[in-house]
């Protein structure tokens, strides 16, 4: 841009004066032209694609155009428009001004790449299959690699030196390169790791007792997994320790159906003895014990015929039919699955009294609907052991002074 001519209509005579003045304001009206074609490609181009996007049929096209995308759109663009604009100035600082600008289209060109990689990983998190692949660790580690190459030609830019020569002298910086980008490395290898072999996802329920982790899996970075806790804190681990470390995953309950109930009641030793006559009369009422009762006493009832001592003869006890009675009971819970694992089992007797264990699995699985339906069962458990004449074993206040005592 050449405005002596009109420098000179107005008074002024001087050569250096006129090359000065004549530099500003080729420089003012290039800033102004590229300060331009950003807020041209910020607003109105912007505008223009957004509205395009927005009567496509797709919806990829809306989340990979964002704000963010056009602003750095238009630093990209203005920087351009300054570097072509600049070529015409024939100034002694020409050189470094030119630097600083293709150092401005190398970070700009870096910061558009990462708001398509952002856009590229929102269009995939909008699939299912994202919970299972999260692309997100793949797109930060290409991230990394790229502003590594960008710091790498800004330092050729200003140097002047060949970018392999850069290139050959950062072999020597290796080590130390590792030792920085550590956490990235190992995050990026567990996350390959992770996502071979489907350890964790995205909405998942993991537990890590030694890192006060358990809650559902929000995210997964290259560095770090984000999780809300059941209590909403967030914690934050790094992503190589889901593979250094031990955890529990609870997806597989989720994938089957079924929510483990594993609870046991003590009963008192000394309620336990053989059923008399009238009370198994009372229990034949049942229709849950009655087929049971029948086929019971009808085995008992030809065995004892052989044996004359009691020692020998066969009798129905009430623990024994309590049991029985709650697996009966058990088959017809309609709010468990009854195609997976459940039994009613007596464990080791101790101080405590004889546990009787009842393992199943609730059909409901969430927490709420889950704990309903483990005390439903309990509920009935702890109501009906009087009518086979137990008790739940529990300390009394004589029983812990006695203890004391001695």
Known sequence: MDFKPILQSIGLQSEGLLIFVNTIVSLFLIGLFGWIAYMVARKYLAHLIIKIAGHTSTDWDNLLFDKKFFRRLGYLISAIVIQIGLTSLDWEHMNIIHKFISSWITFASVLLVGSILDGINRIWESYPISKEKPLKIFTQVLMIFIWCIALIVVISIFTGKSLLILLGGLTAFAAVLILVFQDSILGFVAGIQLSANNMVKIGDWIVMQNRGVDGDVLEINLTTVKVQNWDKTITTIPTHKLVSESFTNW??????KGRRIKRSINIDLNTIHYLKEQEIERLKKSELLKDYLEDKLRFIEEHNASHETPLDKRQLTNIGTFREYLESWLNTHPDLNLDMTHMVRQLQSGATGVPIEIYCFSAKQSWIEYEKV???????????????????FQYSAGAVVASENH
């Open 251 to 256: 997806r597989g309950m989720e994938e089957s």
């Open 374 to 392: 483990q005390s439903d069962i309990f509920d009935h458990v702890f109501a009906v052991m009087e009518l086979f004449n137990l008790k739940a």
